[in-house]
């Protein structure tokens, strides 16, 4: 009988060595004389234990890991692909790893267990029945959908996305769009990513419904160019599901018509800016718009365009297959669903953990990520990306909500989350945030352009020890630069970058004096 | 070399550049798929580009320039044979980057956006890999490594440029 072995093909597992690992067991194997079918599954998020191997066993897939290359030959003479147990690295069944099994995976239902590039693989575990659903209603019915399942843009900003959706159905044009934005920018994210690589077809889904809901007919995805791998698997995907009848002029035989066209970004932060994004497919500097118009009213080439993050859309096949009220039924307040989250920087197990709205932070750092990965104290972390807050410890207890979020001045966005233990500087951190501006600032506006400038330079005198006795009035300078750039600035690039400067001084302005 | 040969090379180039340039042109917002086609024939944006796809897509000259100096990824200069981007990012600042960046630049004797002498080694920053669960991260053509710490980026470093099998590739 053929036994099949799991080896993730994942950016950070191959980071990790998953390639090598791949193509040695499949050399043992042979050598061996065992009779093994290597499957390139995704990864199930839980990177600490990466290159994670799975097998098939009777009782469900086990797991041995974090394999190196040295390991590789005594999993072959403990039989590890007959399951046993008694190698040092075997972790018992997967699905019962309380990191995984302690999640609400919906939007990720399939990481880790699929074969990303198997269209067979993605239909056998319910891929399309969202869209099959939504072939059978009309435009309205699907916004409506969406509408109830109280989704909102996963992508920071939180909007609902069946608002944006109905704005572009009542839209009347003879071409609409749906872009989806995968330049996924923010340090300590990688959500995206893993959808594009681990799950691209439920991402085609998402924008096919998408398509169906609002009367568009082509959809484009922006991936950025530092993820090289992420393009290929999708790129794959698309053909895939364009021979398969999912994508072209007559959508599973419906009639309908929906294409997808992959367009790298180049390396500019700015660009995850929705109408930056939209400037820079039409090819032109990512300079971002005045809004409004909207891009739901003037979007793309001038039309009618629903730009909604990748998490966004790949979540919409679950809501189409299960219900609206399904996944409306997660989550807290106004935060309906999932988020997934994901552990980074110093932490010691880093990975994707999805949930339900209403977790704390603390139980997140603490029960999922069991700490810092240096083993110090933790310090500070950061939520939401590169704009988000740098929060201290007594904001740790707040529930993972929008709306308790923005009450503490802070910002869930994108859902990433950086930890940093003892030994970090923050008033390098709210440099750094400054100097991160100015470096990907479009430069459209001014407090975003000269303020991110004048706000590095602020920090170094806050530094200098020769105006220590000026710190108070630079202190009151930098407030009032803060100001200014928040509530003069045309987007979120310069509006939130006093984000992380204004936490990192406030809650540790003890550091100001240890520069 | 003659006068002769240099004519010849630029019309290769010429033409190289033109059916990359012709067989884009149609797509809805041509000029980044250009660009990226250009840059991963050549590494960079050669000058004589310019002008070619200014004309082909009706635009000015100065539009191309100024869509090439906008972006990071897009280079004008020849890049080293390797190019070595290390992440700068938060994640990676909180696991040693800083430390990790000096490291790699008194290694190479470069600061970023530079080239080492030999047309060996480029070094640029990156403002995140995806790769924040093992940070610090850098990458090297489009292969990323986590764990980063100067140890193994030296063992790293040796292992792919400098190892006998490998002294050849350099």
Known sequence: MTLKVYVPRDTTANAR???????????????????????RNSSRGLYWLEPLVEVD??????????VSEDDVTSLFEQKFYNGNSYHRLCLGLVEDIPYLKNQQRLTFARAGITDPLSIEDYIAHDGFKGLENALKLSSQEIVDQVKTSGLRGRGGAAFPTGIKWQTVLDAPAEQKYIVCNADEGDSGTFSDRMILEGDPLVLIEGMCIAGLAVGATQGYIYVRSEYPLACDLFNYAITQAREAGYLGDNISGSGETFNIELRMGAGAYICGEETSLLESLEGRRGMVRVKPPLPAIEGLFGQPTVVNNVISLASVPIIMHKGADYYANCGMGRSRGTLPLQLAGNIKQAGMVELAFGMTLRQLVEDFGQGTRTGKTMRAIQVGGPLGAYLPESLWDLPLDYEAFA????????GGIVVFDETINMTDMARYAMEFCAIESCGKCTPCRIGSIRGVELIDKLCDPKQRSQKQANLDLLDELCDIMEDGSLCAMGGMTPFPVRSAIKYFEEDIDSR | MSTGDTEIGKNDLQNELLSIIEGLKEQPGALLPILHNIQSLFGYIPEEAIPLIASTLNISRADVHGVISFYHHFRRTKPGKHVIQICRAESCQAMGAVALEQH????????YHET??????????????????????????????????TDKFDQLFNSLFFTPAKAGAI
Do not use: Q, W
Not at chain 1, 407 to 414: F, P, Q, S
Not at chain 2, 104 to 111: G, P
């Open chain 1, 17 to 39: 060595g998953a390639n090598k690992i791949a193509s040695l067991i499949e050399r043992l194997a042979l050598n061996h004389g065992v009779d093994i079918k290597l499957v």
């Open chain 1, 57 to 66: 066993t009777a009782e469900g897939r086990v797991g041995f890991g974090p």
């Open chain 1, 407 to 414: 009450e503490a001045g802070a910002v869930l966005g994108h």
């Open chain 2, 104 to 111: 790699v630049k008194s290694v190479l004797s470069i600061d």
């Open chain 2, 116 to 149: 080492t002498n030999n047309g060996k080694f480029s070094l640029e920053p990156v403002y995140c890999l995806g790769n924040c669960a093992c940070s610090p991260s850098i990458a090297i053509a489009d292969e990323v490594y986590g764990d980063m710490d």
